[in-house]
Nanobody, 129 residues
């Protein structure tokens, strides 16, 4: 049973940066599909960035609204997933969740939230104008 714990959220002004971290435990798959989603009240959970990796990075997917501003990465030695968020906008305000799933989660539609088995508790990001 994987456990995911996010950290790094907070409040920042537009144009600023934040780095989110997701510490994973109990997730022993040699091929990993992990990523970040975000959600605001009343809306569906939105895929932000997904990474499929085995011995190395196989593929990365970004949501259209964050391309060129956000970067997903991981440190396998620390079992930690990161999301570097630059040039933040007020519309990036949301609860951000870390997710993990089997490799198939990354194959068809990696940004679809329903394909992931494990979720963290979320970390709030608030961007003011």
């Amino acid at each position: 049973q994987a456990q995911l714990v996010e950290s790094g959220g907070g409040s920042v002004q537009a144009g600023g940066s934040l780095r989110l971290s997701c510490a994973a435990s109990g997730y022993t798959s040699s091929t990993r599909c992990m990523g970040w989603f975000r959600q605001v009240p009343g809306k569906e959970r939105e895929g932000v960035a997904i990474i499929l990796s085995g011995s190395g990075v196989v593929s990365i997917s970004y949501g259209d609204s964050v391309k060129g501003r956000f970067t997903i990465s991981q440190d396998n030695a620390k079992n930690t997933l990161y999301l570097q968020m630059n040039s933040l906008k007020p519309e990036d305000t949301a609860m951000y969740y870390c997710a993990a799933g089997p490799p198939r989660s990354c194959y068809s539609n990696p940004l679809r939230a329903t394909d992931y088995d494990y979720w963290g508790q979320g970390t709030q990001v608030t961007v003011s104008s």
